[in-house]
């Protein structure tokens, strides 16, 4: 039986949909996302980036967004209702902003579903996981989907994948040492579900190996078409062995999340352990000065940290630990 995991977080929302014990797709919700796609709302036109084809607005949260095109008759300084189509995008040393269009004539204010209500609409149940409970998400491999999500990496039956992240597109590269025939069906399909896993959009390149076949290559295309769910555009393989995918891009994958800004996604992760570190008395978080210099600009989540816990938190910085390598300690376990 499939079904989807739900834990409402400390500065993010989790969901996993779990098939057989393990995790078939996953998405993360931060709360400092900005507006999510769907989102309808009264914006002012700030900037011409391209005349009639580009502008930046902001709406009235403060929050920005690139529109294309720019409707005729729009002046810079000029109000309009706005629908947002893909939510901004984390990248190393800059954030990418949100896509917006013109909203339809009489279109009301209006708040694009959170992760919640998403998973809520899909045709499998919902479960939401108590922090006080087994880890059941843990138990169907989260440390596992978020390290492959910081490290590109993934092992499959008879080979490896490495999946990067460019600002054109996501490149998943095929290696192995299968006879390269069935490598390149068997680096498809784990390329096909590396891709659900991490819940990737937009352009994709999957690179594999070189088949002189036809038929090697069309039983690549088609272990493709049998694991990931329509709706989505492809190439045929070329003879080189690469093959472009073009999915709906509506919000960050969790590679862009996690290697985007690997300072916040590990102070968030240790959030979690420290809400699940049993024992009593404080709970004192041990990580790199840098992670704890993010946990302390956040004063509402140490004090929903606190509530939770029903204890006080200590922070203490130590240079000596790696960005991701943090810890949490009870007084009392």
């Not at 490290?151 to 299968?178: K, N, Q, Y």
């Not at 290559?217 to 472009?244: C, M, W």
Request: proline fraction near 8%.
């Amino acid at each position: 039986m499939r079904e989807w995991l739900y834990e409402a977080g400390i500065g993010e929302a989790r969901a996993a949909l779990i098939e057989d014990g393990r995790i078939i797709t996953a998405a993360i919700e931060a709360d400092d996302d900005g507006p999510r796609a769907g989102t309808v709302a009264a914006a002012r036109l700030t900037r011409i980036v391209i005349p009639g084809r580009r502008a930046i607005v902001t709406l009235d949260s403060g929050h920005e967004a690139l529109i294309e095109p720019v409707p005729a008759g729009v002046t810079q300084g000029a109000r309009l209702m706005i629908e947002i189509g893909r939510a901004g995008l984390p990248e190393p040393g800059r954030a990418k902003l949100a896509i917006a269009r013109v909203a339809p004539p009489g279109s009301e204010p209006a708040t694009g579903p959170d992760l919640a209500a998403r998973i809520a609409a899909t045709v499998d149940p919902v479960r939401l996981v108590s922090m006080h409970g087994p880890d059941q998400l843990e138990a169907a491999g989260w440390s596992e989907l978020i390290e492959e999500a910081a490290t590109g990496a993934c092992d499959f039956e008879g080979g490896s994948l490495r999946l990067s992240l460019t600002p054109a597109m996501t490149l998943i590269d095929v290696d192995g040492w299968l006879p390269l025939a069935d490598l390149a069906a068997a680096g498809a399909a784990a390329a096909a579900q590396m891709i659900m896993r991490h819940d990737v959009g937009g352009s994709i390149g999957i690179d594999l190996p070189t088949v002189e076949s036809k038929a090697a290559r069309l039983a690549a295309a088609a272990a493709i078409d049998s694991i990931l769910p329509q709706p989505f555009e492809r190439t045929a393989v070329n003879g080189f062995g690469f093959i472009q995918i073009i999915r709906r891009r509506m919000r960050a994958s969790l590679p862009e999340r996690v290697q985007g800004d690997p300072v916040i996604a590990a102070a968030r992760a240790l959030l979690r352990r420290a809400e699940r570190t049993p024992g009593a008395g404080p709970r004192t978080i041990s990580a790199a000065p840098r992670v704890i210099a993010a946990i302390e600009h956040r004063v509402d989540w140490q004090v929903e940290l606190a509530r939770r816990v029903g204890a006080p938190i200590v922070l203490r910085a130590d240079p000596a630990l790696a960005i991701s390598a943090g810890h949490v300690d009870a007084q009392n376990p």
